[in-house]
């Protein structure tokens, strides 16, 4: 499976990604998490597909939660120096149900 992703770059919270389905954008993205991460800026976008490598996040994990929520999002990696924990977010607050990218 291939999905296209639209990336967006925390400004509050160094080193926080998130994935989108490009043609969703941030509408698949609970309010809660939106407002915790804000402002977002677009960063990127890519094409995922399983094999494909990503510097910080497991490609098959991004593929699974784009298919199940409608995005991914990607913590600062362990020991950075950002301040955002992800003890900071109630994880069950930002489940969504999506169609398939």
Known sequence: MKIISKIYRSERHQGAY???CLDQGLDAVPALLKAKLQPLVESMTLVLKPGKSLANADIDQVL?????SGFYLQMPPVGSS????????DT?????DSDEC
């Open 18 to 20: 998130l994935y989108t």
């Open 64 to 68: 699974s939660s784009l298919n199940e």
């Open 82 to 89: 950002s301040n955002f924990k992800l003890s900071q977010l």
């Open 92 to 96: 069950h607050h930002f489940l969504a």
